[in-house]
């Protein structure tokens, strides 16, 4: 299996632009998780799905976020409109089910929003 | 709600040190633990899996411990070295902490 693949690796775009984020998720891992990464506070938790079905989106900062699962493959984070403060690292991460078992992040897409 | 801490932000040891470094969590009603290490620009690599019934887990020159009922993890490296040079970061029922810089020098 290849792991978690997300597109773009970076993305700028101008402030008020959409941006779509991808994910497509190892192969039979029911969860799937988005992540924002910042310097000043980390990595934070925005939603996360369980078999296509989002359970949590309390992280989610502003109505500009919506997250998307239309199928066991595949995922997107939208941001529209896209602001400054939204630059950041988004990553995605998958766990195959149940409660002990180990998550596995993609590679992230680095958001810079000028 | 579940917060996770590291201590301490950023370490420098030479070559060769064994070191150690801490996580702490304030809800131990936890299934596992899980270390990571994240390479500049890249993405989080999974180290060891702390499952809450177990006391610790070895990989190589990695050992981590749990200890739930005082809402502490360690991560002990055994004889540093250049290519350990990463941040290291906890999660406790996927809450991260911010991370443990570590800078080994030659």
């Known amino acids: 299996d290849a792991g978690v693949i997300q597109s773009p690796r970076h993305e700028v775009t101008e402030m008020g632009q959409e941006v779509t984020l991808r994910c497509k998720p190892i192969?039979?891992?029911?969860?799937l998780f988005w992540y924002r990464q910042t310097m000043m506070r980390g990595l934070e938790l925005l939603i996360y799905f369980n078999n296509n079905v989002p359970i949590d989106d309390s992280g989610m900062p502003e109505d500009r976020f919506s997250a998307k699962m239309p199928n066991a493959s595949f995922s997107t984070l939208k941001i529209q409109p896209s602001e400054p403060r939204d630059s950041a690292v988004y990553f995605c991460?998958?766990?195959?089910?149940?409660?002990?078992?180990?998550?596995?992040f993609g590679q992230g897409t680095r958001l810079t929003v000028v | 709600k579940q917060e996770v801490t590291q201590i301490p932000a950023a370490l420098s040891v030479p070559e060769g040190e064994n070191l150690v470094l801490n996580c702490s969590f304030t809800d131990s009603a936890i299934y596992n633990l899980q270390w990571f290490r994240q390479d500049p620009g890249k993405g989080l690599t999974s180290l060891l899996l702390?499952?809450?019934?177990?006391r610790e887990q070895t990989s190589g020159r990695l050992n981590a411990s749990l200890d739930k009922s005082s809402g502490r993890s360690t991560l002990y490296i055994a004889a540093s070295q250049p290519g350990d040079s990463a941040t290291y970061l906890c999660a406790v029922k996927l809450v991260f902490g911010k991370g443990t810089k570590l800078t080994v020098n030659p």
């Open positions: 702390i499952q809450s019934s177990q």
């Open positions: 192969s039979g891992h029911d969860y």
């Open positions: 991460a998958n766990i195959k089910g149940g409660k002990n078992t180990e998550a596995f």
